[in-house]
DNA sequence: ACATACTTTAGAATAATTATAAAGTAGTTA
DNA sequence: TAACTACTTTATAATTATTCTAAAGTATGT
């Protein structure tokens, strides 16, 4: 990337602020994760195949796993576990909970949920956060 | 099995109640599971270990992941997904909610946790189940 | 432009789980 | 109880998600 333009600097942002460079695939992917007005909820699975679908030259598999967790772990991203044992990532990263409607996630605003009673923490440990999965049915 | 003796109907029944034969292996794996005075949480590799360590005879891999499905199915074992991407199941199935404190959990029971506020369910669909992850760190 | 450390990539390696198919067993029936 | 049939067990292969490896390529500071 010798010269970079100014309307990416907010996706290479990101990359920087996760100890990455921005290189083409990263910044590739940091645009279309976070170029978007709604939130995102992805697989790395999904995420590669919907990105190398339109593509001529593939990002390689490696490469999406490595920039996916580096923006997790800057807090760019938060991860959450399916049951089918893949991690889902949600570019959404405020505090917030979960529908999980047959395999279907929708976020749930923090402030639509609030505890009348929490239980304290064991000794010698804080609450780190709370996370709130609300499973549905069909209603029939 | 042409004799079982009474002393292990109810592991025999659970696992009639999941549509599955009594054999050998079987009444093992459900003895180890609910044999027991507190709720045990357990990965299949994990009990598979623990199982298979002090045994001569070995019981193979599928039979765990078979059994462990079918109680699964049947209502006597919950299911949750850790971080990692591998499942853990939990013979309390009463509903409840966990602390997780850095891969190990902690049952919190149902009414150490009440709501002031939910959201209603997207319409058409109405809600399964709440469940409520609490997660920990150190205190320093 | 150079040097160097960081990246990309294809493909191998791992881990958790599921599928296969041959040999064994439970439960039913005669 | 003998015999039959459908369900089980098991070792092993296959799959899926993810991580590792090492060689070739690139960003960045000087």
Redesign the pocket.
Known sequence: ??K?NNKNKIFIDKL?SS????????VEISKFLFNRKKTFHF???ELKSSMNLKRQ???????F???V?ALKSAGHLKEFSLE????CYDTNITSHHHFFDNGKVIDIKSDKITFQKLPEAPKGKKIKNVEVVIRLENNN
Chains 1, 2 share one sequence.
């Open positions: 990337m010798t970079m920087r100890g990455l460079r921005p290189t083409n695939q990263r697989t790395v699975e030259k593939k990002i390689s598999t490696a490469t796993y490595n920039t967790h089918n044992n893949t991690s």
